[in-house]
């Protein structure tokens, strides 16, 4: 139910940045390029923006260079094809990357203003590093693991939001929103295991 925010959502945006990617293309901006871009300004924002409390502002940068997934994915189907490997592990691993950053420079404002918040974004944190780790343990053992309440897309959506609305004052949307992704995240971890057993008894 949650992933279909995903399977909705960036088709309209695709459709939308499709004559940006066209031009990018025909000046020579490659899909690496845009990743590296991307990854290094999330990366920047979040560890200036919300360790000093600035959350909204922080939010919409981030929001803006978070468009470079998108990008850098449209960019690579239109020069010829999904991507080089290089580049499926280039855009794989700055997402760790990002994600945790982002969780990070929350978690560093949130310690000294609300505990609670502190725990649930590290909780976040821990999920949103497993989450990963066990589809890329269990495509190594040949068994297709993308499956899950929430991936990616949607747990990002879930802590922006909540980061960004906090920041307009809404201190109930903190609580609120990484409640919701530890929440998310932990039945994902659980869901993924679950489907390794299965495949591994089937086996």
Same mark, same amino acid.
């Given at each position: 139910?949650?992933?279909?925010?995903?399977?909705?959502?960036?088709?309209?945006?695709?459709?939308?940045?499709?004559?940006?990617?066209?031009?990018?293309?025909?000046?020579?901006?490659?899909?690496?390029?845009?990743?590296?871009?991307?990854?290094?300004?999330?990366?920047? *924002?979040? +560890? !200036? #923006?919300?360790?000093?409390?600035?959350?909204?502002?922080?939010?919409?940068? @981030? =929001? &803006?260079?978070?468009?470079?997934?998108?990008?850098?994915?449209?960019?690579?189907?239109?020069?010829?094809?999904?991507?080089?490997?290089?580049?499926?592990?280039?855009?794989?691993?700055?997402?760790?990357?990002?994600?945790?950053?982002?969780?990070?420079? *929350?978690? +560093? !404002? #949130?310690?000294?203003?609300?505990?609670?918040?502190?725990?649930?974004?590290? @909780? =976040? &944190?821990?999920?949103?590093?497993?989450?990963?780790?066990?589809?890329?343990?269990?495509?190594?053992?040949?068994?297709?693991?993308?499956?899950?309440?929430?991936?990616?897309?949607?747990?990002?959506?879930?802590?922006?939001?909540?980061?960004?609305?906090?920041?307009?004052?809404?201190?109930?949307?903190?609580?609120?929103?990484?409640?919701?992704?530890?929440?998310?995240?932990?039945?994902?971890?659980?869901?993924?295991?679950?489907?390794?057993?299965?495949?591994?008894?089937?086996?």
């Amino acid at each position: 139910m949650v992933s279909m925010i995903s399977a909705y959502v960036k088709p309209q945006i695709t459709r939308l940045i499709n004559p940006v990617v066209k031009v990018a293309v025909r000046v020579g901006i490659t899909a690496n390029a845009v990743t590296i871009f991307g990854g290094l300004g999330t990366v920047m *924002a979040a +560890l !200036y #923006f919300y360790p000093r409390g600035d959350l909204f502002l922080g939010t919409i940068i @981030i =929001s &803006l260079f978070a468009l470079s997934d998108l990008f850098d994915g449209a960019i690579a189907r239109r020069t010829g094809g999904e991507g080089t490997s290089w580049g499926g592990f280039l855009d794989s691993t700055i997402d760790r990357v990002t994600d945790s950053a982002i969780l990070i420079g *929350a978690l +560093l !404002y #949130f310690i000294d203003e609300d505990e609670t918040v502190a725990l649930l974004v590290l @909780i =976040s &944190l821990v999920v949103s590093g497993l989450i990963p780790y066990i589809r890329a343990k269990a495509e190594s053992m040949k068994i297709e693991c993308s499956g899950g309440i929430a991936e990616r897309t949607e747990r990002l959506i879930i802590a922006l939001t909540a980061l960004g609305l906090y920041g307009l004052g809404i201190e109930i949307a903190a609580i609120l929103g990484f409640t919701l992704l530890a929440l998310l995240g932990t039945v994902t971890v659980v869901q993924r295991i679950v489907i390794v057993y299965i495949a591994l008894r089937r086996g």
